[in-house]
């Protein structure tokens, strides 16, 4: 699924026009992402968390060399899904017309 299948089936469930549907999701996923890099966690409660991890420096190889390189720190987003987390099922009951 895409953003645009996504904005869609909102949209149709919902009851809206696709481009209200499009701004929701756009203001719900920057929200997201300006959380996580303020280094906080994005819990969403029967679906997972949201939040930012960080890889050690390390040493690699050069796969094309073979030589021995540094790799930097780096941080990077990461979700954690719940416990009770089922693709099967709706986490939320639709919202009706």
């Given amino acids: 699924m895409n953003k645009g299948t996504l904005v869609e089936i909102i949209a149709k469930k919902v009851g809206m026009p696709k481009t209200k549907a ?16 303020k280094d906080k966690e994005v819990r969403l409660i029967g679906f ?15 796969p094309r060399t ?18 009770s987390w089922n693709p099967t099922k709706p986490v939320l009951k639709a919202a009706t017309k």
């Fill in 66 to 83: 073979g030589e021995p390189i540094k790799i930097a720190r780096k941080t990077f987003p990461k979700f954690v899904p719940s416990k």
């Fill in 22 to 37: 499009n701004v929701i999701i756009d203001e719900m996923l920057n929200t997201i992402k300006m959380g996580v890099k």
């Fill in 48 to 62: 997972g968390t949201f939040k930012k991890a960080t890889r050690k420096a390390r040493k690699g190889v050069n």
